[in-house]
């Protein structure tokens, strides 16, 4: 039996049979071997540790790995914060409010507040007014970890929705590439993509188990794959997708620039691409995405009209990328496990095009 085998049974054993299948959302490892999981129930989220047959439920006051959890569980018993999400041992992020008003609270393990921070204020210091709007970051907090925000009024982008929104996230992506980024940022090339593959991949054999039918020899093509240096190095959110942009009275917003760095355009571009062909498959599960193309067209669209630079087989080959990542992503989350060789199919079909 491998690790991961224990977590479905495990997570319907204590909230009722079908639970695994119908609500958790994802699950992660943690460094002590356990698989964290995260249920979204109509009556609220849950958290559970799974370790072997061993489950039990974990509560934001027990997480010795943010400085900031103990303060913010008792802010949410008081009525004054209420967790937007929590990945015990790694970040939480909760909607607070006093006299100052409503704002966002992002909350980290030791030591990578402070970093967070510095990448969201030279972003938001050279992003244009045709960029996306960054929310201003309000205050630091080192003894707790935790940095501040202003409260962005807004709904996640509706990846099949507006095709005036895809058009606009388009134009404001190409704008928001042209930000100057700090030579500091890290850097992330296609052998970078690669690697990261690797790693995930080698993760799931040790985890999981057998890896997807077809992943290995979709892999093997990308990784035969020449590097792409030749494309410019720019401003880069390093984990776009619809959740990430915000739709408001005010315009998009982009949040969470925890991961920015410097990259090719095409890695932005091609993640989201790829997201809008997933939200299509989590919405019908089948395949293919004519409405997904529908929108990738309009991002695109709206991408070119702002003079954002993108080779189409670059683009192909990272939107290729990111669907074989998500198909390991997915297939470990009880919810959608069943979107994993799906993904493969759709990473397939992308490379005929780089």
Request: one cysteine or more.
């Amino acid at each position: 039996m491998t690790p991961f085998a224990s977590v479905a049974p495990a997570i319907d054993r204590r909230f009722g049979p079908g639970s695994a299948r119908g609500f958790a959302e994802r699950c992660d490892r943690s460094p002590s071997g356990a698989w964290v999981c995260t249920l979204e129930f109509a009556t609220g989220t849950r958290w559970c540790e799974i370790h072997g047959e061993t489950l039990r439920e974990l509560d934001l006051a027990d997480d010795r790995e943010l400085s900031c959890a103990r303060w913010l569980s008792g802010c949410a018993r008081e009525g004054t914060a209420e967790v937007v999400s929590w990945r015990p041992g790694r970040r939480v992020v909760a909607r607070t409010k006093d006299a100052r008003g409503t704002e966002i609270a992002k909350g980290y393990r030791r030591g990578r507040a402070l970093k967070a921070a510095q990448k969201h204020r030279a972003i938001a210091a050279s992003s244009s007014r045709d960029a996306f709007i960054v929310p201003a970051l309000l205050s630091e907090d080192a003894k707790l970890e935790l940095i501040r925000f202003e409260f962005f009024a807004g709904r996640a982008l509706d990846p099949l929705g507006a095709r005036s929104e895809l058009v606009d996230a388009g134009q404001r992506l190409a704008h928001f590439q042209r930000s100057a980024v700090p030579d500091h940022f890290p850097a992330h090339a296609w052998e970078d993509e690669i690697a990261a593959l690797a790693r995930i991949a080698e993760a799931w054999q040790t985890d999981v188990g057998e890896l997807p039918a077809g992943w290995s020899a979709q892999f093997d093509r990308l990784r035969g794959a020449a590097p792409t240096s030749a494309l410019p190095m720019t401003c880069a959110h390093g984990d776009l997708h619809d959740a990430q942009i915000l739709v408001g009275e005010r315009g998009l917003a982009l949040i969470d620039l925890d991961l920015a760095r410097r990259a090719e355009p095409t890695l932005d571009l091609g993640n989201l691409c790829a997201h809008l062909h997933l939200c299509e498959l989590k919405r019908t599960r089948c395949l293919p995405g004519a409405a997904a193309q529908a929108a990738e067209d309009a991002l695109l669209a709206g991408y070119a009209a702002a003079g954002g630079s993108r080779s189409p087989s670059a683009l192909a080959r990272y939107k290729s990328a990111t669907a074989l990542r998500l198909a390991l992503v997915y297939g470990i989350r009880p919810r959608w496990s069943d979107l994993a060789e799906p993904l493969v199919s759709i990473s397939s079909l992308f490379w005929k095009d780089a």
